[in-house]
């Protein structure tokens, strides 16, 4: 069996679905002000959030297309991507689950952190 581990291709649904997923991921945060400020308006306008939040609407798409027109950002995802998906092949645990579990240890270490104290 051929070792995939430092494997660097892409396969199709990486290229045209994970790897924009992760854009659309960090784009949501870097653009959270106006992510923010869109949820609001729409909270507070109900029926009328289309016509009301076209201004905070507008610069969300703005800020958002900003990101995912940018070729350095799509490498930077790129970059993440492949690094996840090495990480799994050498350990076999899913970034996920490794967040939690990762969670879950500082959140033990915390706890005995103020028991101690």
């Known amino acids: 069996m051929a070792d995939i581990r430092g494997d660097r291709t892409l396969r199709h649904v990486e290229m045209d679905v994970l790897i924009p997923k992760k854009m659309r991921e960090k784009g949501q945060v870097l653009c959270s002000e106006h992510v923010n400020a869109f949820s609001e308006c729409c909270k507070s306008s109900s029926v009328f959030m289309v016509f009301k939040c076209r201004k905070e ?6 800020c958002l297309t900003s ?3 940018d070729p350095e950002f799509y490498d930077m995802c790129k970059r993440e991507y492949l690094q996840e998906k ?3 092949q050498i350990r076999g645990i899913p970034l996920k689950l490794r967040k939690q579990q990762q969670a879950a240890a500082a959140a033990a270490a915390g706890g005995n952190q103020e ?3």
């Open 57 to 62: 609407n507008t610069a969300l798409k703005t």
């Open 67 to 69: 990101y995912y027109r």
């Open 86 to 88: 090495e990480d799994f």
């Open 115 to 117: 028991a101690g104290h």
